[in-house]
């Protein structure tokens, strides 16, 4: 009787311990199997990864290959043989496996991947020199491609032109050579009301540039010490910018920079005329006239246009056309006298309503 129970029993622990065994070689596969492709593309990866650096001079390139010898070790166990004891796969390193079991059964582990060690040599590489001229395409050396040729047209010249800054003896210059060719060109569209330009286009270019030229000079003409030469300057501009409804602000320091400039040369026909014409132009009839009368005895021909611009307006229609037609025979060169004669006589308002020519201005030039 016992040697039956103890047969029984051994056979259980030995039926137990098979299970066991069988357990513990089918999980050491999957491990192999699941961890072999990660391996391999470690193993690739650290292979044909080129360590490079650049900075802004020089460009550097490392040549590297992991060592031959030593870098190929196996990254897992052999699965332990079934009749293999169990205390044998308990004795690797303490490594996490990747598929964890309940506590109570073996673990199957693999140990870290070893890292490969890099040799090689570094190159650096530094620019050279350029030692290429290249082609000149006037000589002809490219077959079947036309020589470029370049023409150039519609070249001018500006004058430079410097006045003073202040009214002091050792006043610094300034240069308005751009500024008056501006005003040049500028003036038959703009300087009267209503200003007349063949288009929209020159028009709000001639607007705009105003604007800049304006802002530019606003400096030297708000010191208190500013020249006769820079004050005249600034009230053309603004009395042409109150011409093309750029706002009163134009009109103001117009006004003020024009008398400014003939308190410093009160017998200027060029200043008079400009401040009679801008008062009579906004309606000041009578206080322009003074200033416009004293630029006629000065010579100043427009001034007396001005008058009979004035003369129009105030209803002296009559005067008008007598003022004009002995102008007329002072200046037989001068057609825009003829033309303003014209007008009157239609019964026109605005002597300076005439075709103004074209005029190449831009905004940012």
Not at 115 to 141: A, H
């Amino acid at each position: 009787m016992k040697t039956i129970k103890k047969s029984i029993l051994s056979s259980s622990v030995s039926t137990k311990s098979s299970k066991l065994v069988t357990m513990t070689a089918l999980a050491a596969a999957c491990t192999m199997l699941l961890s072999t492709p990660v391996n391999a593309a470690e193993a690739n990866a650290a292979a044909t990864s080129v360590p490079s650096a650049v900075d802004s001079s020089k460009r550097v390139i490392r040549l590297a290959q992991p060592k031959a010898a030593g870098t190929a070790q196996s990254s897992t166990q052999p699965a332990p043989q079934a009749n293999a004891p169990v205390a044998n796969t308990q004795q690797s390193a303490p490594t996490q496996s990747l598929f964890p079991m309940s506590s109570g059964q073996p673990q199957t582990v693999r140990p870290a991947p070893t890292k490969p060690v890099y040799k090689g040599s570094t190159r650096v590489y530094e620019p050279g020199p350029m030692t290429t001229s290249g082609i000149d395409l006037r000589s002809g050396q490219l077959a079947n491609i036309p020589t470029p040729k370049v023409q150039l047209t519609d070249v001018s010249f500006v004058t430079t032109i410097l006045i003073p800054q202040q009214t002091t003896t050792n006043s610094d210059k300034l240069d308005v050579s751009l500024l008056d060719d501006f005003i040049q060109e500028a003036s038959p569209n703009a300087r009267h009301y209503p200003p007349n330009f063949p288009n929209r286009t020159q028009r709000y270019n001639v607007r705009e540039k105003i604007k800049v030229l304006a802002e530019w000079i606003e400096p030297y003409a708000l010191s208190p010490n500013a020249s006769y030469d820079v004050l005249l300057r600034a009230a053309k501009l603004n009395g042409m910018g109150r011409n093309l409804d750029l706002g009163s602000d134009y009109t103001i320091r117009g006004g003020k920079y024009v008398d400014r400039a003939i308190k410093l040369q009160p017998n200027s026909g060029e200043a008079n005329f400009l401040y009679g014409m801008m008062l009579s132009e906004g309606g000041g009839f009578k206080e322009g006239q003074k200033y416009l009368d004293k630029a006629v005895s000065l010579g100043y021909t427009e001034a007396e246009q001005s008058l009979a611009q004035s003369d129009v307006l105030s209803d002296r229609r009559n005067s008008a056309l007598e003022r004009l037609r002995r102008l007329e025979s002072k200046n037989p060169n001068n057609a825009m006298i003829s033309q303003q004669i014209k007008l009157v006589e239609e019964g026109k308002f605005y002597i300076w309503d005439i075709p103004a020519p074209d005029i190449n201005v831009k905004p940012g030039a």
